[in-house]
């Protein structure tokens, strides 16, 4: 069975860093695309960052310069570092596992968590809730 776990979240002040990380079993990460979504409340899902199979990246406007996604296949873990962290930061933190050129299909979805985005992406982790204070 194919199982993704993240962990990192936590709460931090303003300015402060996070480290999320998402660790696969039973899942090659060679091939696949991962990312990084996010919801806040009242807001739609939000994809913060993906690192395509073939090496290319992504990170939406509001978290450029700030976040960087990173993989470590001998630990078949992806890594989200969070630097520059402001309150709108806060939501909780997804992250997927694609390998049949489906990542970005949740995009502007009303629910990460809804049967859409769960169906039209192979793999999902549990969620980690990131919540940043002023």
């Known amino acids: 069975e194919v199982k993704l776990v993240e962990s990192g979240g936590g709460s931090v002040q303003a300015g402060g860093s996070l480290r999320l990380s998402c660790t696969a079993s039973g899942f090659t990460f060679d091939g696949a695309d991962m990312g990084w979504y996010r919801q806040a409340p009242g807001n739609e899902c939000e994809m913060v960052s993906k690192?395509?199979?073939?090496?290319?990246?992504y990170y939406a406007d509001s978290v450029k310069g700030r976040f960087t996604i990173s993989q470590d296949n001998a630990k078949n873990t992806v890594y989200l570092q969070m630097n520059s962290l402001k309150p709108e930061d806060t939501a909780v933190y997804y992250c997927?596992?694609?390998?049949?050129?489906?990542?970005?299909?949740?995009?502007?979805?009303?629910?990460?968590?809804?049967?859409?985005?769960?169906?039209?992406?192979?793999?999902w982790g549990q969620g980690t809730q990131v919540t940043v204070s002023s």
């Open positions: 997927a596992a694609d390998n049949w050129g489906y990542i970005d299909r949740c995009i502007g979805s009303s629910s990460c968590s809804g049967g859409y985005c769960r169906r039209l992406i192979n793999y």
């Open positions: 690192l395509s199979s073939d090496g290319g990246t």
